[in-house]
């Protein structure tokens, strides 16, 4: 085994005997103090050399640190002092407790908006229903326009028949959409027996070609009555419906200003005192404001009334004449008539797969 040249600032010999235990020194004190020296007195940053050889390699590898030029790390107690430390001190107590006092009075202003809005709405609610139940029980008046009310409730009879109309009329479609289709199949199989059948070829011929023109002919009526269907389902669900959602808004406007109105008579029954009187100068004022919303719905409802009489006529004499002449040229077995009566409305049939939206409008 070869010896190896160590430093004697870093390392010691330290004999070993046989059996792995450390052999008895012949000065044990003297490897403590010398230990103790080296830590001591021994070489500083400047002085210290970095072998790059590895350990115990030669001196070519060997570089001096002294050359290594720069201050010193130092701890330097007046450096805190330069540099003034802000987010501290009654400047900060001070920030702190303005800003948190500003988020609690935004919270309080919501909290009260909250809770009046919920008194309002509360207060509203016990008036409008108590009468209501006046009314039901006939101890309440409640304010009457006749004539306005009649048609209203013509209205709304009307709805209900068209209503049933458009659900003859979408059973209609569907029942003769089915026909069509199996008259389309009929025709294809009369045609493929022509071909298989040479004694009956000119029989199914002809029964094929006269489901094939059936077939075109209930096509282009399906076409007539699904407009018709169309049509009615916008009156029905869209214009009726647009007109009695104004005359429910009216009649729980009516409502309220009865309500208003019974309360704002109760307080005018009672004593004169100042407390009565504030009250109800109160009760005019909401009165007031519920008795413009009711005349405002009010002149609402007359001129949608009158208006939706006006659409009703005009779009119903026009799809019962578009529906009377397909349906009578369409078993009349007049082809002709029945695609003019088609133009003159401009009704456009789809071509086959129309339906179906294009790979550009999948995307």
């Given at each position: 085994?070869?010896?190896?040249?160590?430093?004697?600032?870093?390392?010691?010999?330290?004999?070993?005997?046989?059996?792995?235990?450390?052999?008895?020194?012949?000065?044990?004190?003297?490897?403590?103090?010398?230990?103790?020296?080296?830590?001591?007195?021994?070489?500083?940053?400047?002085?210290t050399s970095i072998v790059s050889g590895g350990y115990g390699g030669?001196?070519?590898?060997?570089?001096?640190?002294?050359?290594?030029?720069?201050?010193?790390?130092?701890?330097?107690?007046?450096?805190?002092?330069?540099?003034?430390?802000?987010?501290?001190?009654?400047?900060?107590?001070?920030?702190?407790?303005?800003?948190?006092?500003?988020?609690?009075?935004?919270?309080?202003?919501?909290?009260?908006?909250?809770?009046?809005?919920?008194?309002?709405?509360?207060?509203?609610?016990?008036?409008?229903?108590?009468?209501?139940?006046?009314?039901?029980?006939?101890?309440?008046?409640?304010?009457?326009?006749?004539?306005?009310?009649?048609?209203?409730?013509?209205?709304?009879?009307?709805?209900?028949?068209?209503?049933?109309?458009?659900?003859?009329?979408?059973?209609?479609?569907?029942?003769?959409?089915?026909?069509?289709?199996?008259?389309?199949?009929?025709?294809?199989?009369?045609?493929?027996?022509?071909?298989?059948?040479?004694?009956?070829?000119?029989?199914?011929?002809?029964?094929?070609?006269?489901?094939?023109?059936?077939?075109?002919?209930?096509?282009?009526?399906?076409?007539?009555?699904?407009?018709f269907v169309s049509s009615i389902n916008t009156l029905v669900n869209?214009?009726?419906?647009?007109?009695?959602?104004?005359?429910?808004?009216?009649?729980?406007?009516?409502?309220?200003?009865?309500?208003?109105?019974?309360?704002?008579?109760?307080?005018?029954?009672?004593?004169?005192?100042?407390?009565?009187?504030?009250?109800?100068?109160?009760?005019?004022?909401?009165?007031?404001?519920?008795?413009?919303?009711?005349?405002?719905?009010?002149?609402?409802?007359?001129?949608?009334?009158?208006?939706?009489?006006e659409n009703k006529v005009k779009v119903m004499h026009k799809q019962?004449?578009?529906?009377?002449?397909?349906?009578?040229?369409?078993?009349?077995?007049?082809?002709?008539?029945?695609?003019?009566?088609?133009?003159?409305?401009?009704?456009?049939?789809?071509?086959?797969?129309?339906?179906?939206?294009?790979?550009?409008?999948?995307?």
């Amino acid at each position: 085994m070869t010896d190896r040249v160590m430093s004697k600032a870093a390392t010691m010999e330290i004999p070993i005997n046989s059996n792995g235990d450390t052999g008895a020194l012949a000065e044990d004190d003297s490897l403590e103090q010398d230990l103790q020296q080296v830590m001591v007195s021994g070489p500083n940053l400047n002085e210290t050399s970095i072998v790059s050889g590895g350990y115990g390699g030669t001196a070519e590898g060997i570089i001096p640190t002294g050359s290594i030029m720069g201050p010193a790390v130092r701890y330097n107690p007046e450096f805190n002092k330069r540099i003034p430390v802000t987010g501290f001190g009654p400047n900060m107590q001070h920030s702190s407790s303005s800003s948190s006092m500003t988020a609690e009075e935004a919270t309080r202003g919501v909290a009260v908006e909250k809770y009046e809005a919920v008194k309002k709405w509360g207060l509203n609610t016990y008036k409008c229903t108590k009468q209501m139940i006046s009314e039901r029980f006939g101890r309440g008046s409640r304010t009457v326009d006749l004539e306005l009310e009649a048609q209203i409730e013509v209205l709304r009879d009307t709805k209900r028949k068209y209503v049933n109309v458009l659900r003859l009329a979408k059973a209609l479609t569907n029942h003769f959409y089915n026909m069509v289709q199996t008259q389309h199949a009929l025709g294809d199989t009369f045609a493929d027996l022509s071909q298989k059948s040479p004694e009956l070829r000119d029989e199914f011929g002809y029964n094929a070609e006269t489901q094939k023109l059936l077939c075109k002919n209930g096509e282009t009526l399906l076409g007539a009555i699904n407009f018709f269907v169309s049509s009615i389902n916008t009156l029905v669900n869209k214009t009726m419906e647009d007109t009695l959602w104004t005359i429910r808004m009216y009649e729980n406007a009516r409502l309220e200003f009865d309500a208003y109105r019974s309360d704002l008579e109760e307080l005018s029954l009672g004593p004169r005192d100042a407390v009565t009187m504030a009250r109800i100068e109160a009760a005019q004022e909401q009165y007031q404001v519920h008795k413009e919303k009711y005349e405002r719905l009010r002149s609402d409802v007359i001129i949608k009334l009158k208006f939706l009489e006006e659409n009703k006529v005009k779009v119903m004499h026009k799809q019962l004449l578009l529906f009377h002449n397909a349906i009578s040229a369409y078993f009349a077995g007049n082809q002709q008539q029945l695609e003019e009566t088609l133009k003159q409305f401009n009704i456009k049939l789809r071509p086959p797969g129309a339906d179906k939206p294009s790979w550009l409008e999948e995307q």
